[in-house]
């Protein structure tokens, strides 16, 4: 398949099988970080100047708090990792009830933004003092990582044998992938560096040394990334298509499992070790 960035350059990419249930963008940029150069990547950025980072704004805000609750769910207070921090909310948010956090952001200018909004927010794991976490989480980052398997090495190291790892990605699996095609938002190239399907993620973390426990939808994903999605599309976007598109992935996906996005909770497995394949 071949795919746009349509976020910064118009480059076109190829989206290629890596491994079973794991696909990956090529060529690899010599240069990743000036894809994210733009005031429209809405992750790095706290602005609500348009009808789409309100949209986003609105449902983060609801999803913060549901996060939080899913992971006291597990574990009722200790001490959190958010890889790929962005501006801190969600940190920011968990520390309400006591939590010790802390945060990497490689990007500088989110990073920035967080640390004024008094978090302690690093540049990379190997500036990390605490080397003990009882959660990891990386909301929509893993994607975005070149070495992905060998940093969840290092998140495995980090981790205490009771942890949990949580990550959150888009499924290509999923309704709204497979109606917008080459113009899912989700593709996101070549910002999106890897693409993930369930049963890939699966079988990937389990020859990392983790077991996965849970799985929980993101539903509003399916709505904002089919939003997106009518944007890519040649001709004009339909607001209206993009919900309608939205909810029918949905509602196809509680028989099938396949959401739009999906957070995956992994516990390590201390019967495998780190197997990079």
């Known amino acids: 398949m071949i795919c746009t960035d349509h976020l910064v350059s118009g480059e076109k990419f ?20 000036r894809y994210y150069d733009s005031e429209d990547y809405i992750s790095h950025s706290d602005s609500e100047n348009s009808l789409q980072d309100k949209i986003y704004h609105l ?35 968990i520390k309400k009830f006591l939590w010790n956090v802390e945060g990497v952001e490689p990007n ?17 794991l190997s500036e990390l003092t605490n080397l003990n976490y009882d ?20 998140f495995r190291k980090l981790l205490k044998d009771d942890g949990l790892l949580i990550i959150a990605v888009p499924n290509y699996n999923s309704y709204d992938s497979k109606y917008y095609n080459e113009n899912w938002a989700a593709w996101d190239v070549p910002r999106h560096l890897w693409h993930f399907s369930r049963n890939g993620i699966k079988e990937k973390f389990s020859h990392l040394g983790f077991r996965l426990v849970e799985e929980k939808p993101l539903k509003f994903d399916s709505y904002y990334v089919s939003l997106l999605s009518e944007k890519n599309k040649p001709g004009s976007s339909n607001l209206i298509n993009a919900f309608y598109r939205g909810f029918i992935s949905n509602h196809q996906a509680k028989r099938s499992g396949e959401y739009s996005s999906i957070t995956y909770f992994f516990k390590k497995d201390p019967e495998t070790h780190f197997k990079a394949i």
Do not use: C
Request: net charge positive; proline share 3%.
């Open 59 to 93: 449902v983060k805000s609801h999803m913060l708090s549901k996060k939080t609750t899913w992971i006291r769910g597990y574990i009722k207070q200790g001490s959190i990792l958010d890889y790929g921090a962005g501006t801190g909310e969600f940190l920011n948010t």
């Open 135 to 154: 959660v990891i989480t990386l909301w929509h980052v893993l994607e975005h990582i070149p070495d992905f398997e060998i940093k969840v090495a290092e």
């Open 108 to 124: 500088s200018t989110a990073r920035e933004l967080g640390i004024l909004k008094g978090l302690n927010l690093k540049s990379e």
């Open 14 to 33: 190829e989206i290629k099988e890596y491994q079973k249930g794991i696909l990956r963008t090529q060529p690899l940029p010599d240069n990743l970080s």
